[in-house]
């Protein structure tokens, strides 16, 4: 799915969630 579909939150969430090993 495409990131741009995703609103702004779940992408700050999942960039951050995937930052933390």
Known sequence: M???MW???W???L???S???
């Open 2 to 4: 495409p990131a741009v």
């Open 7 to 9: 609103p702004r939150r």
């Open 11 to 13: 992408r700050s969430e």
């Open 15 to 17: 960039t951050s969630a």
């Open 19 to 21: 930052s933390i090993p």
